[in-house]
């Protein structure tokens, strides 16, 4: 079974950066998209940024000009560096692939922004 592995979560403090890495644990073929969410407490599951297969990108407004999502040299890896962290960016970061005819989820990594 397929399942996308996160990483790069932790504590940051204010003003400072990150980067998550996500990967499929086996692939055969290219996602049409992989995207980043993030989960805030007791608050739905919002896009952060996604990259598709053509590499075209969209940002949430309040991550746009401090972030970069970008996909990695192996199939099915994507990126996402964030700058500039505030504590309002702490929440639980979730990976997500979409190849069409299903779609799948990380197990979520937590960012901690805190001095």
């Given at each position: 079974q397929?399942?996308?592995?996160?990483?790069?979560?932790?504590?940051?403090?204010?003003?400072?950066?990150?980067?998550?890495?996500?990967?499929?644990s086996?692939?055969?073929?290219r996602?049409?998209?992989?995207?980043?969410?993030?989960?805030?407490?007791?608050?739905?599951?919002?896009?952060?940024?996604?990259?598709?297969?053509?590499?075209?990108?969209?940002?949430?407004?309040s991550?746009?000009?401090?972030?970069?999502?970008?996909?990695?040299?192996?199939?099915n890896?994507v990126h996402?560096?964030?700058?500039s962290?505030?504590?309002?960016?702490?929440?639980?970061?979730?990976?997500?692939?979409?190849?069409?005819?299903?779609?799948?989820w990380g197990?979520?990594?937590?960012?901690?922004?805190?001095?």
């Open positions: 397929v399942q996308l592995v996160e990483s790069g979560g932790g504590l940051v403090h204010p003003g400072g950066s990150l980067r998550l890495s996500c990967a499929a086996r692939s055969v073929y996602a049409k998209a992989m995207a980043w969410y993030r989960q805030f407490p007791g608050k739905q599951r919002d896009l952060v940024a996604s990259i598709t297969s053509d590499g075209a990108t969209n940002y949430a407004d991550v746009r000009g401090r972030s970069a999502i970008s996909s990695g040299d192996a199939l890896t996402l560096e964030m700058n962290l505030k504590p309002e960016d702490t929440a639980v970061y979730y990976c997500y692939a979409d190849w069409g005819v299903y779609n799948l197990q979520g990594t937590q960012v901690t922004v805190s001095s």
